[in-house]
Structure formats: structure tokens, C-alpha cells
């Protein structure tokens, strides 16, 4: 009896001893290395111009939105300043022209009325003149009237009738001032579309010089590189400085194809560096990489296929703030959490 015994209790122990080698692989596999980073930031230049100031330097504090450079705006005032007295001009013209508007629309009418009534006088003396002829013609053949008086008469009519065409002519222009009062308004109205076109470009001007300050992220940073100093040239899209968020710091880590599926985006996990070991800082699966690293040009077998490994980050969710960007660590997944 007791030698059966004997085989099954080495039979256990062996059993014991494989879920325990099991289970130490599996341990072991679910460990993933990595480094601690952070996400820099490249603050550049927008516009081309001379840097005068960039008051901060590697390690500095950076409030949020702080001013990280200043470029000299000498050029683009001169542009502001001259764009604000062509629109003071235009708005001088508009004023005088108005005004003009302002005077035709006030006389024209009356002056209108006046050389109508001018006319209205001129054609009632005609009519009296061609009256006067037609007497004096009747009266000289009878005798009562001299050639001379007739004459006379005659010459009457005549200066009426020219009064008459005078008269149409000068009533004529008169009118012809009410188009000139519509060209006026037109013109006015041509002033302006000019006036608030150059303030569109002057309001473009000055979101432009806006650019000659440039301005930190909206939270506070922590400047890791500089790369202009005053009197440096700066042209679109130089970099002026690096910072870095000092409470957006990840881990990034490498998992193996076989275990992508257990570590997908909001997976918890647990981050032990080596600078602290024993204490574990939550984390969080942030990023998972849709292609595999390291892919052989030609895969042959199930081993080729898994020595493929998907690039990671891990949130750190607590006390980012003071971990080292370099620092070594290792994450693993929290234990009884499922795969998200």
C-alpha cells in the first residue's frame, strides 16, 4: 500500500511543480519593461523677425500661457501705422463727401423750383414779344406804325426766344445735378467699401503681429531645451523652445503579440520603477499601436509571428510630477481586472 503511495505523492508533487513553473511563466510573461517619458512640446515661430527677448532657460518654470519670446515688431508697426492713417484719410473723404451729399440734397430742389419759374417767366415774355409783333405788323400796314417800331418788335421777339432756349438750358443743368447727387452717393458708398476693407486688413495685420509674441501651452511647463537667444533670427516654424508637462508622463512599453489582447486602451495596470521598489504607481493603458514592431519581411512559422510586439504607452496616473523622464521601470496588469 505504501509503495503506491509513493508514485502518486511524486505524481502530485510533479503536478504541483509544473502549475507552479506554469504559473511563474505566466507571471513572467505578463511583466513589461519600460521607460518612464514625457510628451514634449515644440514651441516655434510663426512669423520672420529678430527674437529681443526669450526669458526662460533649460529648467525653468513656465506658467501657462506665458510669453517664451518676444520678436521684434518694429516692421509690422510701420505696416499697423500706415494702414491707420489711410483708413483716417478715407474716412476724411467719406466726411467731405458727405457733407457735399449733404449741401446738393438741400439746394438742388430749390435751385430746381428757381430756374423752372425762371423758364416760366421767359415763355410768358416771348408769348407777350410774338403779341407785340403780330399788333405792330397790323398797325404798320395801316399806317399807324412805323417800319422802325416793327422792327423793334421783331428784335423783342427775338431776344425772348432766346431768353426761352437760355432759360431750358439753364434749367436743364439744374437737373442734370440730381444725377451728380446720385454719382455722390455712389461715391460715398465706394468710400466706404474702401474704409472697411482696409479695416479688414488692418485687423488682419493685428492678429498677425500677435504672432510676435510667443506664448506656453495652457498649462504650466518646464522648459527642457532652448534653442534661439535674443538677436537670433526666427523664421516660420523655428523651434524657440521645448517644454515638457511635468504631470503628463507615460511609460512606454512593448507587449508581445500573444498578450495584445489582454492589454488593450483603459486596462489598469501597476508601474514599479526601479528608483522605488515595492512601490506601485496605477497606471493605465493610454495607447496600443495598430501595427507590430520588428514585422520579419517574410513570416514562416507560429514562432516568427510571435516574436512580433506592439508598441504601448501607460498613463502614470499618480505623482507624475515627480518621476525622472529615463527613469526604468516594470508594469504589470492589475491582478482581477479583465482585459478592457
Known amino acids: 500500500m505504501s509503495r503506491k503511495i509513493v508514485p502518486i505523492a511524486l505524481l502530485l508533487l510533479a503536478a504541483a511543480s509544473a502549475a507552479w513553473w506554469n504559473s ?13 517619458e514625457g510628451e514634449e512640446r515644440l514651441l516655434r515661430g510663426e512669423v520672420s523677425a529678430r527674437a529681443n527677448e526669450v526669458p526662460f532657460v533649460e529648467g525653468d518654470r513656465v506658467p501657462a500661457g506665458a510669453v517664451v519670446a518676444r520678436l521684434d515688431t518694429a516692421g509690422i508697426d510701420g505696416q499697423i501705422a500706415s494702414r491707420r492713417q489711410e483708413i483716417a484719410v478715407i474716412a476724411a473723404d467719406i466726411a467731405s463727401q458727405k457733407e ?24 410768358a415774355a416771348a408769348r407777350n414779344a410774338e403779341q407785340s409783333l403780330v399788333r405792330e405788323g397790323e398797325l404798320a400796314r395801316t399806317g399807324a406804325s412805323t417800319a422802325q417800331q416793327l422792327d423793334d418788335a421783331r428784335s423783342r421777339r427775338d431776344q425772348a426766344h432766346a431768353a426761352v432756349a437760355r432759360a431750358r438750358d439753364i434749367l436743364a ?24 476693407l482696409s479695416r479688414a486688413q488692418l485687423a488682419e495685420i493685428e492678429v498677425q503681429r500677435g504672432k510676435y509674441e510667443v506664448r506656453a501651452p495652457d498649462v504650466e511647463t518646464v522648459v527642457q531645451t532652448r534653442f534661439v537667444w535674443p538677436g537670433e533670427l526666427v523664421q516660420p516654424g523655428t523651434p524657440i523652445l521645448s517644454v515638457l508637462d511635468p504631470r503628463d508622463k507615460y511609460v512606454q512599453i512593448y507587449v508581445p503579440v500573444e498578450d495584445v489582447q489582454r492589454m488593450r486602451v483603459g486596462r489598469r495596470v ?3 520603477l526601479d528608483s522605488a521598489p515595492g512601490v506601485f504607481i496605477p497606471g493605465e493603458i493610454a495607447f496600443v499601436a495598430d501595427q507590430a514592431n520588428f514585422t520579419p519581411e517574410k513570416i514562416e512559422t507560429r514562432g516568427d509571428r510571435l516574436g512580433q510586439v506592439y508598441r ?18 516594470n508594469v504589470t496588469p492589475v491582478e482581477g481586472e479583465p482585459p478592457a
Do not use: C, M, S
Open 173 to 196: 443743368r439744374a437737373q442734370a445735378e440730381g444725377g451728380n447727387v446720385d454719382l455722390a452717393r455712389r461715391q460715398v458708398e465706394t468710400l466706404e467699401r474702401k474704409r472697411d
Open 24 to 36: 511563474r511563466r505566466e507571471a513572467a510573461r505578463q511583466v513589461y519593461t519600460g521607460f518612464v
Open 270 to 272: 501597476r508601474i514599479e
Open 100 to 123: 457735399r451729399v449733404h449741401i446738393a440734397e438741400t439746394t438742388w430742389p430749390t435751385d430746381v423750383r428757381a430756374r423752372r419759374a425762371e423758364l416760366d417767366q421767359a415763355l
Open 312 to 329: 504601448a504607452k501607460v498613463r502614470i496616473l499618480e505623482g507624475a510630477e515627480r518621476l525622472q523622464p529615463g527613469t526604468e521601470g
